[in-house]
């Protein structure tokens, strides 16, 4: 049985931030991107968690929270202009948000 | 001494309430009376910080700082969002629906931008600047039948997003070497520990989250479609607000948590304010919307401030904080023609300024004030904001950055005089003389006298504007 430290924690919070960034860069669909925005920053958050038992400071807990409650916020926002977006142009695509060039 | 010193923000704030409460109890017709009371009410708000409203000092263990810079970006700030009340009140006769959230949503901005200028902690820089970004979401967005708006939206949205996380995530990697999220705990990490590891990889992510804020290359991706699409007060907003809130975010993060490691972050800085103003002005140049055009012109003024941040003195800085003054109401100015122009003429292509001259002698006359100070031409105020920044920059013997800034200065004066020369050469599309309601008439004046006299009679804002610096940069 090996215990479980600190770096394992980090390991899968940088898996996880890399996995929403791969997500970000690769897919094509507005609401994906969106979903692995929220990875990114949940990877950020279990990070914090862990530093904060380690470092045996509650700073770490605390911003958890507001990254949490910011979260909420951004997809609240972020949820409602994709929908409006669709409803304009039936698809999310990323692709064709091209109505503005040069 | 704690909530006495947010009293600015807390009356901003609650001002945003009232006007949203009033909203809901306005007739659709008389909507544009929630600008006049948002106006009015920052006035006021203004002038009780001038007066007694501003209480210097520390607070909330040590997360908080009024001091002389803190209270001149919160000046900056309602100033700035004084014109954009007006520009929007001229502007609502666009917007479908929620007019008085409209007007609540730029004062709520108002404050987070506020918050930004006393951070002192990650938390506190983190939670002020997403106060600000995710209003901005909201706003960008607010001309919900319009593709353009939408699609702008959507790209800060997703944007500003993935800066987010940047900053969060190096905002983890600070924490988890110092164990703690003030500014003060990193400079003293820092000076003991040195840069490296994790902590240098958390601030390189926490720069490339405020890079992104500021539009500085390679940031600065969403900028052109952003100012294209957003409606014309919300460009305003974002390229003077929430540009100035990010570059108070940096002139504190560097001050404060970053001082032991200034030879690295000068020259960081110096490279990106290099890329970003020959990015910016280059760009910029075959640009067809005018919208457009600001846009790149605000990625190569943010390439200018850098290189007053990059002179990494106390004048540097005093020139950047000049600078910005100055911005506000020479590309405010521009923003009020756009309005009036958008409001006429139903487009924002810089074909349709041709003859505007004949059209409208006020509108061309603010719009060339507005462009030819942006451009650097004495004796605005923009030529005595790029002079002060030239001079910090050869104090300290950077001769290249100079030299860059220079090619950028010359390349601009091509794009903004094309616009002129469209202005005064070229025939009008139509002959039909544009009319300008008398609140917009009196902004146009009030900031083209401003351009003028801050250029003319620099005295005060500099002695202000250094003071401000001296206290930062000690």
Redesign the interface.
């Known amino acids: 049985m090996i215990p479980v430290v600190l770096p394992h924690y980090l390991v899968v ?1 940088a898996a996880l ?1 890399s996995l ?1 960034l791969a997500g ?1 860069i690769i897919r094509r669909n ?1 609401l994906v ?2 979903m692995s ?1 929220e990875l ?2 949940n ?2 958050n279990l ?2 968690a862990a ?2 038992r380690y ?1 045996g ?1 509650l ?2 807990h ?2 958890v929270f ?2 949490i409650t ?1 979260a909420a ?2 997809v609240a ?2 949820l409602a ?2 929908v ?2 669709f409803r ?2 039936k698809s999310v695509n ?1 692709d064709e ?1 091209t ?2 060039r ?1 | 001494m704690n909530l006495s010193s947010l009293k600015l923000e807390m009356a901003t704030a609650g001002l945003g309430m009232l006007v949203l409460m009033l909203g809901a109890f306005t007739r659709r017709d008389d909507k544009r009376f929630l600008g006049a009371i948002s106006a009015i009410g920052l006035t006021a708000i203004l002038a009780w910080s001038v007066c007694c409203g501003a209480v210097m000092g520390v607070g909330f263990d040590g997360m908080w700082v009024n001091d002389a810079m803190a209270l001149f970006f919160k000046r900056l700030f309602l100033i700035a969002t004084i014109l954009v009340t007006v520009m929007s009140a001229g502007f609502a006769g666009k917007i479908e629906s929620g007019v008085g959230e409209f007007f609540a949503l730029i004062l709520f901005a108002c404050t987070g931008m506020m918050l930004t200028a006393s951070v002192n902690d990650f938390v506190m820089l983190f939670v002020s600047l997403e106060t600000v970004t995710i209003t901005f979401y909201i706003l960008t967005s607010y001309l919900r039948r319009q593709v353009p708006s939408l699609e702008a939206g959507v790209k800060y949205l997703i944007l500003g997003a993935l800066s987010s996380a940047f900053l969060v995530y190096g905002i983890t990697f600070i924490y988890g070497a110092t164990g703690g999220t003030s500014f003060s705990g990193l400079a003293e990490f820092l000076k003991v520990n040195g840069a490296g590891g994790l902590v240098l990889l958390g601030v390189m992510l926490v720069l490339a989250g405020l890079g992104f804020k500021v539009a500085s290359v390679p940031f600065h991706i969403w900028v052109p479609d952003v100012y294209q699409g957003a409606p014309t007060p919300v460009t305003a907003f974002l390229a003077v607000g929430s540009k100035a809130a990010g570059f108070a975010l940096l002139l504190r993060l560097l001050y404060g948590g970053l001082l032991p490691m200034k030879a690295t972050w000068v020259a960081l800085i110096a490279v990106l304010a290099a890329l970003t103003i020959l990015y910016g002005n280059l760009a910029a140049i075959p640009q067809k919307n005018i919208k457009r055009l600001l846009g790149y012109s605000s990625i190569s003024h943010a390439g200018f401030l850098l290189l007053g941040v990059a002179a990494a003195t106390a004048f540097g800085t005093g020139a950047a904080l000049f600078y910005l003054f100055a911005y506000v109401f020479t590309n405010l100015g521009a923003f009020l023609v756009i309005v009036c122009m958008a409001n006429a003429t139903a487009d924002d292509e810089i074909a349709s300024y041709a003859g505007l001259a004949r059209r409208s002698p006020l509108l061309a006359a603010a719009m060339t004030v507005a462009l030819v100070s942006l451009a650097g031409v004495p004796p605005m105020a923009g030529f005595f904001a790029k002079f002060l920044i030239f001079s910090a920059v050869i104090g300290q013997q950077l001769w290249w950055l100079a030299a860059v800034g220079a090619v950028g200065v010359v390349a601009s004066l091509y794009y903004y005089l094309g616009v002129v020369k469209a202005m005064y050469w070229q025939e009008p599309r139509q002959e039909a003389a544009i009319a300008v309601g008398l609140t917009m008439k009196v902004a146009l004046w009030f900031v083209m006298a401003a351009t003028l006299a801050i250029g003319v009679f620099q005295g005060p804002v500099v002695e202000w504007a250094f003071e401000a610096a001296r206290e930062l940069v000690k």
């Open positions: 919070s931030f929403g970000v507005a991107i969106f925005l990114m920053l990877a950020a990070a914090l530093f904060s470092n400071s700073h770490g605390v911003l507001f990254i910011v916020a951004e926002v972020g202009i994709i409006a977006l304009r142009r990323v948000l109505s503005m040069l």
